[in-house]
């Protein structure tokens, strides 16, 4: 297990530069005599050795934690949220491309851009949660209302939840954004029970009173109704987020019958899988791996899985094989449930194939929410080839957005 990054490890790897002579002078930290600030490694050790020997606990405390508050953002997904904040502000866009490293790229927005770094983090938690989010279906393509009074009631309606249900929210904060690729993202941080931890201030050890945060996110597409959501607790709690959504911001009633994930017609994959953007995309085989299907009356239900020994061939092709004309496909039994393969080439010096498996059953239920952003795109532009998803089912990123994302040069793959 690699050691925690420390501050000392933060000032080593960032240049010394405007940007760190902002950030130490915003902390009023006093500086040597004739101290002259040059990138060096030296400048960044003996930067250290200041910081350690500050006789001010409560402002060493501060600049301590403004590096380490940095290195959230300062990873690939993290950079991938920074540039998606910045894609309408071409000043900012090119400083982060100007920026040396990930970490430096999020210590100058940090420091220079406070807000976009807000804007940033919270695109970062949801493409970092992506894979505990929740698709639904709220057939409503109205633009999001922003003013403040609609805000208001949206904010108001989750505190009344949380309140009904937990006995907190009193305090409720909300936060609309709009991502590169045509999707709104709505950010929501409700006050929690207050706890009493056993905390330094300074040199004082005492038990602070405060409240946690409970975070919540839901990104919305307008060009097909489409929502994803976030939240901690259950189908309640996401009912709730996607109610108050579409009643105060999008100006629509709609109760949680109207947002269930409509059901699927799974009867294409009879014909096994025919997806040729999916080699194009550089997967190398295709397999229907099983399929659950129903007698017509209902009474008999099969689950038929191709083995091992199969070599990759489709279910649906092995019971055209076997069966012959008592095959369940042809004689009105319908797929109920599906797992679907897609396999890549083998890694060097690997024989076995990586492979990724959807789930899908015809009631709508999906594991595309355990791929990330890029995958699952892919994974439900697929679906919509096979006809088992519409096209205003899948949370699409708006075309004009998508020429926005090719223009920056693929900064935000």
Known sequence: MSRPQTYADILLNLPV???????????TMPL???????????????????????PN?????????????????AHPLGKQAMFQAAHDRPTELMGLIACKSDLHRAFWLYVNHPALYEAAAEIEYLDHHGQQAQQHDLGIKHPIKRDEASI?????????FYQRELGCGEVCVVNVLDRVRGTQLISIHAKDLAT????????????????????MVLEYAQATGVARTIIRGGAKYHAMLCEAFARHL??????????????????NLRLGMNIPQ????????????????????????????????SDQRCVTDLLADYFGSENPLTRGWLIQAAVLNFYLAPLQGKSRRPVVSVEITSKGRLNLHKFDEKLRSQLEGYLVQLGILKGQQVLQ??????KQKVLVGGLFE
């Open 32 to 54: 040597p005599e004739g101290w002259i600030w040059h990138d060096s490694v030296q400048a960044s050790k003996s930067l250290v050795g200041l910081i350690q020997m500050h």
């Open 57 to 73: 606990a409560a402002m060493r405390d501060r600049i301590v934690a403004g590096l380490h508050a940095s290195t959230l953002l």
């Open 250 to 267: 999008l100006g629509v009633d709609a109760d949680a019958q109207r947002i269930q994930t409509p059901r699927l017609n799974l009867s």
């Open 17 to 27: 530069d405007d940007t760190l002579k902002t950030f130490i002078e915003r902390h």
């Open 278 to 309: 999916a080699i194009d995309d550089g997967f190398v085989g295709l397999q229907v791996k099983s399929v659950t299907v129903v007698s017509g009356c209902g009474q008999l239900k099969m689950e038929c899985t191709a083995s091992a020994a």
């Open 152 to 160: 208001a009631a949206f904010s108001d309606s989750i505190k009344g």
């Open 397 to 402: 990123p708006d075309p004009e957005a998508a």
């Open 196 to 215: 009493a931890k056993l905390e330094f201030e300074g040199s004082q050890l005492q038990r602070r009173v405060g409240s946690p945060n409970i975070h």
